[in-house]
């Protein structure tokens, strides 16, 4: 028997850390009715069903299941977080191969049983798997999302404020381009309370060293290196972010998200999925924002986009046109 009333149902694909954080994040953010988790470990997927379930009583109503393709039929959103993990001294793009492989056994499953549900690719290299979920699927671009730079938009933020000695919230800023090593940060934009960067340092009283502006854009594009060094893997964050990007979906928000989607010409750049400012609703991407963008931002997001361009084409033999 049900409680309380049906905000949606989302499939997660992939029962590691990252995919139970996320069913975690979403139970307790009471963001959607009901999660099913589903795994080629069988045994990993009910003990973490079981863990998760044990703590219901602690959270707001919803139904955590172990599930199989079947329940994509009656989905909301699918997120895939399936696929071989990053490892020490790999970068994201190393993934490419064996987990394009994977998504063509992933994919085809989900489409048997629907074509209407937000498929949100999670597993790296986000940006390339979510081109290659959309050239197998061949479902609307706005209907094929990553979760992109979200995370990286949030570090951004998180650096800033820890710099500047401000809340978090009131630091508004974005990184675009790739989820990796080529992305950008878009420091002309970056404000705190509607100030630029360059404005409010004087109007703080702080004299910021030379060069801040580059030690933190490192930080951000290296923290996922240092996380699994230091412990294997990163997960408690994207599980936020994902629930987050769930969550302008399913509450139809318009909400502005650097979700992964992909490139019609935005900066002289197409055929290729990359993040940028998105409003998000429940069609998915209701439509990517050209912002104002420096010349040498535009340079690198340009830059970005062939570096990934470049490993598509390798791989692109084998992908629907």
């Not at 394009?100 to 209407?116: C, G, H, N, Q």
């Not at 500047?164 to 940060?185: F, Q």
């Not at 928000?253 to 992909?262: D, F, G």
């Not at 002289?268 to 998105?278: A, F, I, M, R």
Request: net charge negative.
């Amino acid at each position: 028997m049900k409680c309380g009333y049906d905000m949606g149902k989302v499939t997660i694909i992939g029962a590691g850390m990252v995919g139970a954080t996320a069913c975690y994040a979403l139970m307790m953010g009471h963001v959607v009715s009901e999660v099913a988790l589903i795994d080629i470990d069988e045994e990993r997927v009910e003990g973490e069903v079981m863990d998760l379930n044990h703590g219901v009583s602690f959270a707001p109503h919803i139904r955590i299941k172990v599930g199989d393709y079947s329940d994509c039929a009656h989905s909301n959103i699918i997120i895939i977080a399936a696929g071989a993990a990053q490892k020490p001294g790999q970068t994201r793009l190393d993934l490419v191969v064996e987990n394009t492989r994977i998504f063509k056994e992933i994919i085809p499953r989900i489409t048997s049983y629907t074509r209407d549900a937000i498929l949100l690719i999670v597993t790296n290299p986000v940006d390339i798997l979510t081109y290659v979920a959309l050239k197998i699927s061949g479902l609307p671009a706005g209907q094929v999302i990553g979760s992109g730079t979200v995370l990286d938009s949030s570090r951004f933020r998180y650096l800033i404020s820890q710099h500047c000695k401000v809340n978090v919230r009131n630091v508004h800023g974005y990184i675009i381009g790739e989820h990796g090593d080529s992305e950008v940060a878009v420091w002309s934009l970056a404000n705190i309370a509607g100030t630029r960067m360059d404005d409010f340092c004087p109007l703080c009283g702080s004299r910021c060293e030379e060069g801040y502006k580059d030690r933190i854009s490192k930080q951000v594009r290296d923290s996922a290196y240092h996380i699994i060094d230091a412990k294997g893997s990163t997960y408690y964050a994207v599980g936020l972010a994902i629930r987050r990007i769930v969550e302008s979906i399913i509450m139809d928000e318009n909400s502005i998200l650097t979700v992964s989607t992909l490139m019609e010409g935005y900066y002289g750049v197409e055929d290729v999925c990359l993040s940028l400012p998105c409003i998000m609703n429940r069609k998915g991407v209701e439509k990517v924002l050209n912002l104002p963008l420096a010349p040498k931002e535009i340079e690198e997001f340009r830059d970005s986009a062939q570096k990934l361009k470049a490993i598509i084409k390798n791989i692109s033999k084998s992908l629907p046109t």
